[in-house]
């Protein structure tokens, strides 16, 4: 069996020896009291469920395959029949549907639902595959309210019946599922030169640039201005009330011009999980109970990895890859999650990792004090990691980094 050590003092084990752990002792670890794992059982035991042995029918042709899928599920008048087990018929084929056809059918209506073609959605500013709604859906399909409530139904049943969603979307989009407030760091994954601008603004004195709190928008070539507070085109951005332009700027970016679309998503949501119950996960939680946990390949990230001022065969660096090769999927997720804003890897692997500005390789920097955390530049997909002394050092300095992102000063 495998050799662990008991600390008397504490009544606690551990698998890694106290002695190599003495040396070097790395700064106190952050407070951290997440456990997804835990959350995730406590959250399905609170779903609502069924004793039928009814099954909810799918009837759909693959060549209509977003219309058939819409009229089954919009037409569904009972929510209680989203707890029965979903059983899909593909038109003309002999099958039955003990959990392969849902999930295929999951994954092809994913394919559909978030095709940019269709106007409901858009990829972000910074990359081409994360996902925000697109604020001019309307233009593109006048019931488009309707299929974001239809969405909203596809994404609670998946949940429901622990099937993934093929699709990644930006950090605020989970944000507002939860009600929580977004910020101007949110601003970065979306949109660079937004970020900047605003950023800007907050280092600098306003008064000469002759703003107000109001944005233009353009839409098929006409330009709406629109206020960002009652009377806002008349009210000049100053010095004393900056933040609160940049806050309201951040908000209508984000939040304000996709409201209806996302009103209609969480009804549709709501329809099948109540919002309430979902608060307990944070943001990059919710990311994977929709999405999943894709397998990570560690060898095609180490070999699209890029260094600065270290060299792969630096002790640093060879910790640092035995670490991520120890930790499980999830903690894999969460460091890719940390460094790139997603734990989602392209389609074609590492080497077509995207950035704020186009193609980006995953970088690994030498900076900091051997006794501070590393930190992550999510628009760069770069970590700065200080040039620590000890393996158990780096795994738990860049653990705690990891499970503490959320309020941690380490990410930009």
Not at 149 to 154: A, C, L, N, P
Not at 394 to 405: F, G, P, R, S
Request: net charge neutral.
């Amino acid at each position: 069996g495998r050799i662990y050590f008991v600390d008397h003092h504490t009544k606690s084990t551990q698998w890694e020896d106290p002695r190599l752990e003495a040396k070097n002792k790395p700064a106190p670890k952050l407070e951290y009291s997440r456990d997804y794992k835990q959350k995730l059982v406590n959250f399905r035991s609170k779903l609502p469920s069924t004793t039928s042995t009814a099954r909810l029918t799918i009837p759909v042709k693959r060549n209509n395959l977003w219309e058939d899928s819409f009229r089954a599920i919009m037409n569904v008048k009972d929510m209680q029949q989203f707890y029965l087990r979903p059983d899909v018929k593909f038109d003309g084929e002999r099958g039955y549907d003990y959990g392969g056809l849902s999930r295929e059918w999951f994954h092809l209506l994913s394919k559909e639902m978030f095709n940019p073609y269709y106007g409901l959605f858009e990829y972000a500013a910074s990359n081409d595959y994360t996902l925000q709604i697109s604020p001019n859906s309307g233009l593109y399909n006048p019931g488009h309210l309707d299929y974001f409530k239809f969405i909203g139904r596809v994404c609670g049943l998946a949940i429901y019946h622990n099937m993934i969603i093929d699709a990644f979307f930006i950090r605020p989009f989970y944000k507002t599922m939860l009600e929580k407030k977004v910020t101007l760091e949110d601003m970065q994954d979306v949109d660079m030169e937004i970020y900047n601008s605003l950023q800007y603004v907050l280092d600098n004195d306003p008064d000469s640039l002759c703003m107000n709190f109001s944005v233009s928008n353009e839409v098929l070539g006409q330009v709406h201005e629109i206020d960002l507070k009652p009377n806002g085109r008349n009210i000049p951005v100053v010095e004393k009330n900056k933040k609160e332009y940049v806050n309201l700027m951040v908000r209508w970016r984000l939040v304000e011009r996709v409201k209806e679309q996302m009103n209609a998503f969480m009804k549709g949501f709501g329809d099948v999980i109540s919002p309430k119950l979902i608060q307990v996960f944070d943001e990059r939680e919710l990311e994977y109970l929709m999405g999943g946990l894709a397998e990570i390949d560690v060898e095609d990230w180490k070999k699209n990895t890029l260094y600065s001022e270290y060299r792969p065969t630096d002790d640093v660096i060879l910790w640092f890859w035995k670490v991520v090769s120890n930790y499980d999927n999830e903690m894999k997720a969460r460091l890719l999650q940390f460094v790139t804003g997603t734990s989602k890897v392209p389609m074609n692997g590492f080497a077509e990792l995207q950035g704020s500005q186009g193609p980006r390789k995953f970088s690994i920097k030498q900076y900091g004090a051997v006794n501070s955390f590393p930190r992550s530049h999510t628009c760069f997909n770069r970590i700065d990691l200080p040039r620590y002394t000890q393996y158990y050092q780096l795994k738990e300095m860049l653990t705690t980094a990891i499970e503490n992102t959320e309020g941690f000063s380490g990410v930009d």
